[in-house]
């Protein structure tokens, strides 16, 4: 199957800060990326669609100035969570759209982000 | 609203057979998705669905029937290493997709 990488797969944070999150699809181009977060024994909320080349779509409720995407090419987006707080502490979790036939989407082994 | 129902948890012993239903309420449907999911893992890409009928991938096979808006993932010879989340999951089109909430399968000896 099709790989997707993403990095860091955990990160622990201060307060303030800001950390990148690079989710890359290896084998296939992607033009359609996506950015989940998943709380424990939850199911994966959508925070936005990543389209490369221009602006990303962000789901309702999710702040696109604190959630900065940016999708610069056909194989990488970036997350970026700007000014974390420890209410911002989650897995978030990518994904690449492969399209043909049947448009599956290939999961990154995603990020636990800590914020003290 | 758009909705994905599926059962919460569901408990199995080794080498029995367990079905995950799911039936969904969406403005648009191209196609149907189970995905994988242990614990602190990402999800992995099980089956995907697009027809009436049922798709066999070795011990998973995986149903749909457009007209009831009903799909089901059944596992076959349980091994303890099945214990994880399963989520469907409808494509409703313009690459959006819809998850369910996810079933959790506990595998016993």
């Known amino acids: 199957g099709a790989v997707v990488s993403q990095h860091p797969s955990w990160v622990i944070c201060k307060s303030g800060t800001s950390v990148k999150i690079e989710c890359r699809s290896l084998d296939f181009q992607a033009t359609t990326m996506f950015w989940y977060r998943q709380f424990p024994k939850q199911s994966l909320m959508l925070m936005a669609t990543s389209n490369e080349g221009s602006k990303a779509t962000y789901e309702q409720g999710v702040e696109k100035d604190k959630f900065l995407i940016n999708h610069a090419s056909l194989t990488l987006s970036t997350l970026t969570v700007t000014s974390a707080h420890p209410e911002d502490s989650s897995f978030y979790i990518c994904?690449?759209?492969?399209?043909?036939?049947?448009?599956?989407?290939?999961f990154g082994a995603g990020t636990r982000l800590s914020v003290l | 609203g758009q909705s994905l129902e599926q059962p919460s948890e569901v408990t199995a012993v080794e080498g029995a057979i367990v079905q995950i239903n799911c039936t969904y309420q969406t403005s648009g449907f191209y196609g149907l998705s189970w995905y994988q999911q242990h614990d602190g893992g990402a999800p992995t890409f099980l089956s995907y669905n697009a027809l009436d009928g049922l798709e066999e991938t070795g011990r998973f096979s995986s149903f749909l029937s457009r007209s009831d808006s009903y799909g089901y993932l059944l596992l076959q010879e349980l091994q303890m290493k099945d214990s994880a989340s399963y989520f469907c999951a409808v494509h409703t089109g313009g690459f959006k997709t819809i998850f369910g909430a996810g079933t959790r399968l506990f595998v016993k000896a």
């Open positions: 994904s690449a759209m492969r399209t043909g036939a049947k448009n599956i989407q290939y």
